[in-house]
């Protein structure tokens, strides 16, 4: 299988390759040892909506997988999936500086009150509980892979703008920050979201140096 980019333990799968390579019945099996009680939204993504997305071109998954020294032991750890979107933040709802950098990047000038930037979404982030594969690594690291993804994407098209939506839980919305995300915005939920809890998803953008 081709390995996307190996990172010491850790090496990450474009489920993409996966399905080329493997199948989608294998692929499908590999995804089943996925289990995320803690958001079922994120599980169900995974399970049933991951291979239509990549197929049709909608967002992207990769697959992260620990590996023991000897190469003999793989477990799926955690995924996490990204597409492009175009996002709109309003001139208040961010710091000045943060706002300018913002306006470099607007693509239509809706209003004198923000701007519309286009950014790529991580719209799925979660670790696999199977087993306890999911002390094998951090929120922290796996949130890293997926935003120095986004940066080398970013450095050969262009774009330095990332964001997530999360439930309106503090301990959720404080991770983020704590790792260089800004709330911009929130957003109400769409009639078929409805394994998210609470009636909206809180919005938080990065900047990313490239």
């Not at 970013?154 to 703008?161: I, M, P, T």
């Not at 915005?185 to 009636?199: F, P």
Request: aromatic share 12%; proline share 1%.
């Amino acid at each position: 299988m081709k390995i996307c980019e190996m990172q010491s333990k850790y090496y990450q799968v474009n489920l993409q390759n996966m399905l080329e390579e493997l199948g989608k019945d294998r692929a499908e099996t590999i995804l089943s040892d996925f289990s995320c009680p803690q958001n079922e939204d994120v599980e169900y993504f995974l399970k049933r909506k991951a291979i239509l997305f990549s197929q049709q071109g909608f967002a992207k998954t990769f697959l992260v997988f620990w590996c023991s020294a000897d190469e003999t032991e793989r477990y799926l750890i955690g995924y996490y999936s990204i597409a492009s979107k175009v996002i709109e933040v309003e001139r208040n709802s961010v710091s000045k500086r943060t706002y300018s950098k913002l306006l470099q990047f607007d693509v239509t000038s809706f209003s004198e009150e923000g701007c519309m930037v286009p950014a790529i979404l991580i719209g799925q982030l979660g670790k696999n509980f199977t087993d306890g594969n999911n002390t094998l690594i951090s929120g922290d690291e796996l949130l890293k892979m997926a935003v120095d993804r986004i940066h080398d994407i970013q450095y050969e098209l262009g774009g330095k703008f990332t964001y997530v939506e999360c439930e309106n839980k503090e301990k959720l919305i404080r991770f983020y920050q704590n790792n260089g995300f800004v709330l911009f915005g929130k957003r109400k939920l769409d009639k078929d979201e409805t394994m998210i809890q609470g009636e909206e998803l809180m919005q938080l953008l990065k900047y990313i140096h490239t």
